[in-house]
């Protein structure tokens, strides 16, 4: 299959980094498509760990092509900032490309995150507050500015002074804080974009000739498909597509180009920021999860909300991104516990649904319907078949793989690359 869409199947976080990492060895091109430096991806290799919040996760590959496209927002600070540290390590960042129609984040995006978080109050998301709401707000009201209005020096000074005087009279007028000197952020971005020009293109040219060659694209969700803005538990979302049709509008990829879709799950289930979520555990076993997991925000360090494996949820998420195989991540996680439930249907005012709600009025009064399975009770971080995995554990990857009918390819038992069990080649 020449292009892979590799996509989280809950809510984020789910290990992403890892497989993209581990897909980019047969890759020849990575591609992002959405989001921008709320993501954080995590991969080890060897004694070393990465952090990729805007770069792909194919980077530690310099020979490889690693695009930032079009539909992902652009800090570029954060940017410069990752650039650097992988320099750092001696890894080279020629073979990194931004489209230039991406979205760039200024000052008063991130500013505007953060009050407007606090104006929600009770009802707030739990945004990353990386500015990526309003920037994508700026995107969609069509008044935003593009990575190459940002490089074109002439362009750039009109386009941004307007934007300045419209965002400091939200910040003064609703907000009562001091807007943004002009002169300032423009010298700030002019030395910016002077950095960052040499690294802009247009991606689509790239990403359609790869695929028209029969080179291997892996295509690299950031979130989840439940934080999608349109398909996910809305408000309690990220602003953007997580969700696989999200690469034909952020990567320029065409339906057609797109041969699979690897959902990556967790062997259970995390959530961070605010948001219903049927299957969480808040008592000992959810504590128990966090620590054996070290459930903790890469870019935030929050704490994750952690609960049993949600199979009505990924059912759905399946459904809207058309799955063809899936990863299952962590599975080592659940190796404490001697006895491990699977939720696979909701209770909802009395009945049975097996539908994940459209409504989070709905999904916050669902109650998680169990399958109670046996645990394994075994270290299982060295195990590289899935014949040598305990019985137990096999019969729970069996009983997931049943229950959504798609065939799970991957289990991963470790950070590293080497605790990954394929099952199915992705990339033939
Ligand atoms: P992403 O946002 O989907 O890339 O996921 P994160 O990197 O935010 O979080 C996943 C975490 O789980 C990272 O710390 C990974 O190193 C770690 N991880 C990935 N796969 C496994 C696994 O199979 N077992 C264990 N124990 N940790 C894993
Ligand atoms: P990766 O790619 C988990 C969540 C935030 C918040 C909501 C909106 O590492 O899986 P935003 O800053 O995007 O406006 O926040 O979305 N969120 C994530 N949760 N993993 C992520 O990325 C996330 N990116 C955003 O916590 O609830
Ligand atoms: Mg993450």
């Given at each position: 299959m020449?292009?892979?869409?590799?996509?989280g199947?809950?809510?984020?976080?789910?290990g992403?980094?890892?497989?993209?990492?581990?897909?980019?060895?047969?890759?020849?091109v990575?591609?992002?498509?959405?989001?921008?430096n709320?993501?954080?991806?995590?991969?080890?290799?060897?004694?070393n760990?990465?952090?990729?919040?805007?770069?792909?996760?194919?980077?530690?590959y310099e020979?490889?092509?690693?695009?930032?496209?079009n539909?992902?927002?652009i800090?570029?600070?954060?940017f410069?900032d990752?650039i650097?540290?992988?320099?750092s390590?001696?890894?080279?960042?020629?073979?990194?490309?931004i489209?230039?129609?991406a979205h760039?984040?200024?000052?008063y995006?991130?500013?505007?995150?953060?009050?407007a978080e606090?104006?929600?109050?009770e009802t707030?998301?739990?945004t990353t507050?990386?500015g990526i709401?309003?920037?994508?707000?700026?995107?969609v009201?069509?008044?935003?500015?593009?990575?190459?209005?940002?490089?074109d020096?002439?362009l750039?000074?009109?386009?941004?002074?307007?934007?300045i005087?419209?965002?400091?009279?939200?910040?003064e007028k609703?907000?009562?804080?001091?807007g943004?000197?002009?002169?300032?952020?423009l010298?700030?971005?002019e030395?910016y974009?002077s950095?960052?020009?040499e690294?802009?293109?247009?991606t689509t040219?790239?990403?359609?000739?790869?695929?028209v060659s029969?080179?291997r694209?892996?295509l690299?969700?950031?979130?989840?498909?439940?934080l999608?803005?349109?398909?996910?538990?809305?408000?309690?979302?990220?602003?953007s597509?997580?969700t696989s049709?999200?690469?034909?509008v952020?990567?320029?990829?065409?339906p057609?180009q797109?041969?699979?879709?690897?959902?990556?799950v967790?062997?259970?289930?995390?959530?961070?920021g605010?948001?219903?979520?049927?299957?969480e555990?808040?008592?000992?076993?959810?504590?128990?999860?966090?620590k054996?997991?070290?459930?903790?925000?890469t870019?935030?360090g929050r704490?994750r909300r952690?609960?049993w494996?949600?199979?009505?949820?990924?059912?759905?998420?399946?459904?809207?991104?058309?799955?063809t195989?899936?990863?299952?991540?962590?599975?080592d996680v659940?190796s404490?516990f001697?006895?491990?439930?699977?939720?696979?249907?909701?209770?909802?005012?009395?009945?049975?649904i097996?539908?994940?709600p459209?409504?989070?009025?709905e999904?916050?009064?669902?109650?998680p319907?169990?399958?109670?399975?046996?645990g394994?009770?075994?270290?299982?971080?060295?195990?590289?078949?899935?014949?040598?995995?305990?019985?137990?554990?096999?019969?729970?990857?069996k009983?997931?793989?049943?229950?959504?009918?798609i065939?799970?390819?991957?289990?991963s038992?470790?950070?590293k690359?080497?605790?990954?069990?394929?099952?199915e080649?992705?990339?033939?």
């Amino acid at each position: 299959m020449p292009s892979v869409v590799v996509i989280g199947a809950q809510w984020g976080d789910e290990g992403k980094g890892k497989i993209i990492d581990f897909l980019a060895k047969k890759a020849d091109v990575i591609v992002r498509a959405q989001g921008g430096n709320n993501a954080g991806h995590t991969v080890i290799v060897g004694e070393n760990k990465h952090t990729f919040h805007l770069l792909p996760s194919g980077v530690l590959y310099e020979e490889k092509m690693n695009i930032i496209g079009n539909g992902v927002v652009i800090d570029p600070q954060a940017f410069l900032d990752e650039i650097k540290t992988l320099e750092s390590r001696g890894i080279n960042t020629a073979n990194i490309r931004i489209d230039e129609r991406a979205h760039v984040i200024f000052p008063y995006h991130k500013k505007i995150d953060v009050l407007a978080e606090e104006e929600r109050g009770e009802t707030k998301i739990g945004t990353t507050k990386k500015g990526i709401g309003p920037c994508y707000m700026d995107k969609v009201e069509r008044t935003g500015i593009r990575v190459g209005e940002m490089i074109d020096k002439e362009l750039f000074k009109q386009r941004l002074f307007p934007q300045i005087d419209r965002k400091n009279k939200i910040l003064e007028k609703i907000y009562n804080v001091e807007g943004f000197c002009k002169e300032s952020m423009l010298r700030d971005y002019e030395q910016y974009a002077s950095q960052i020009k040499e690294y802009v293109t247009d991606t689509t040219i790239i990403v359609h000739e790869a695929l028209v060659s029969n080179k291997r694209v892996l295509l690299e969700g950031a979130q989840g498909a439940l934080l999608d803005v349109d398909l996910g538990t809305y408000p309690y979302v990220t602003s953007s597509h997580p969700t696989s049709g999200g690469f034909c509008v952020g990567a320029g990829v065409n339906p057609l180009q797109i041969d699979d879709v690897l959902g990556v799950v967790k062997a259970y289930t995390t959530r961070v920021g605010f948001g219903p979520f049927p299957t969480e555990l808040i008592n000992e076993t959810g504590d128990r999860i966090r620590k054996e997991g070290n459930e903790f925000g890469t870019t935030t360090g929050r704490a994750r909300r952690c609960g049993w494996f949600d199979g009505v949820a990924v059912k759905y998420t399946a459904r809207i991104n058309g799955m063809t195989g899936i990863s299952l991540m962590l599975l080592d996680v659940l190796s404490i516990f001697d006895k491990i439930n699977i939720c696979t249907g909701y209770e909802y005012e009395g009945k049975t649904i097996h539908n994940f709600p459209a409504s989070i009025k709905e999904l916050a009064k669902c109650r998680p319907i169990y399958k109670e399975v046996d645990g394994w009770k075994e270290d299982i971080t060295s195990v590289k078949t899935f014949e040598e995995l305990p019985d137990n554990a096999k019969k729970y990857i069996k009983i997931i793989e049943e229950y959504l009918k798609i065939p799970i390819k991957i289990v991963s038992v470790g950070p590293k690359r080497s605790q990954t069990i394929i099952r199915e080649e992705i990339f033939e």
